[in-house]
């Protein structure tokens, strides 16, 4: 049995709106299957007022053992760095946070908010909002860049705005079968299984993307990289192989990817675009080539499948 808490701070429940609707397995199954004993969540949990406060202060002094520490929602250290913007059970939840990250065996980190600060970071950030082990792509955070669990981990990051159910349950699944050391993670912490491909790896617009093909929002002739700047080039996240709700991903239904799991997110940058202010895309080619591309074979490579009529034909066919 492993023995999970979850806490909750600058978030907006996104992430545990997410997490009660997982499929594979659910939530029922990680308790009745896999052995996850939750001990708190701050919206399924029983517990409330001083009880929760007792709780916390058993984890710390070791009554209680806690396997798994799950965060939701940016770190406020705000103002001055008292924590006193994010109170919670008589205290600021980062003195919560300090003292139940040292006793905890992993530490995961739902959402970019707990991941990498996510919106409430963004400049000029009066809520000095950061997240766990990251703030943006700078590694340090709160726990400082140093900082390991019990278990002999980092901070374990599942990025998105919000997480994938399964992207939650599955890491949740490893840490209590003991496989957790199995899952390799990357330099933002994030587990490969989930955050190696790119967002356009299955996408259905990758053609049109690969072609240049012109097209406009909604229409289905076109890529809406080119148009309106959707960062799947440049987003690791499996979105279109493990489909939300078993069904669909932003860009399968004509939604340019926001690049919500990459540490940039909500990419505050006025020539790259974001959330607030999305980039068009000029000209033959797009100004931002894909992450771990050549920039000269991605060029030619783009040219050459723009140029060849059967390809542009059996893309035709294929709609």
């Not at 279109?240 to 004509?254: A, E, G, H, V, Y």
Request: glycine content about 12%; overall charge negative; proline content about 6%.
């Amino acid at each position: 049995m492993a023995n999970v808490l979850w806490l909750q701070g600058g978030a907006c429940s996104g992430n545990t709106m997410s997490f009660l609707n997982a499929e594979e397995p659910t939530v029922v199954e990680l308790i009745t299957d896999f052995g996850l004993n939750i001990l708190w969540h701050p919206t399924t949990g029983l517990q409330i007022g001083d009880q929760v406060q007792d709780l916390l202060k058993d984890i710390i002094n070791g009554e209680v053992q806690m396997d798994i520490l799950v965060y939701e929602g940016s770190l406020i250290q705000g103002p001055n760095n008292t924590g006193s913007m994010n109170f919670f059970a008589d205290r600021p939840m980062m003195e919560w946070i300090k003292e139940l990250s040292e006793v905890a065996g992993f530490v995961v980190a739902i959402g970019d908010c707990a991941t990498w600060g996510g919106i409430p970071a963004v400049p000029p950030n009066p809520s000095e909002s950061t997240g766990l082990q990251f703030h943006k792509k700078e590694k340090g955070g709160f726990l400082g860049a140093d900082y390991v669990s019990k278990g002999g981990l980092p901070v374990i990051n599942i990025p998105g705005c919000p997480a994938h159910p399964d992207w939650i349950t599955q890491i949740l699944v490893a840490i209590a079968v003991g496989r957790i050391g199995d899952v390799l993670i990357d330099d933002y912490h994030r587990p490969k299984t989930f955050f190696t491909d790119f967002v356009q790896d299955g996408c259905t617009n990758v053609t049109n993307f690969a072609q240049k093909v012109d097209g406009g929002f909604g229409r289905r002739g076109g890529c809406l990289f080119y148009e309106v700047g959707c960062r799947g080039p440049m987003t690791r996240a499996s979105c279109n192989n493990i489909l939300w709700n078993r069904q669909s991903s932003k860009t399968r239904s004509n939604h340019p990817c926001l690049g919500c799991t990459e540490p940039g997110f909500p990419h505050h940058d006025l020539k790259k675009g974001s959330i607030f202010n999305t980039m068009k895309y000029m000209g033959v080619f797009p100004k931002e080539v894909p992450e771990g591309r050549n920039k000269l074979a991605y060029y030619m490579e783009a040219g050459f499948q723009k140029v060849m009529p059967t390809n542009r034909k059996i893309m035709e066919v294929s709609k």
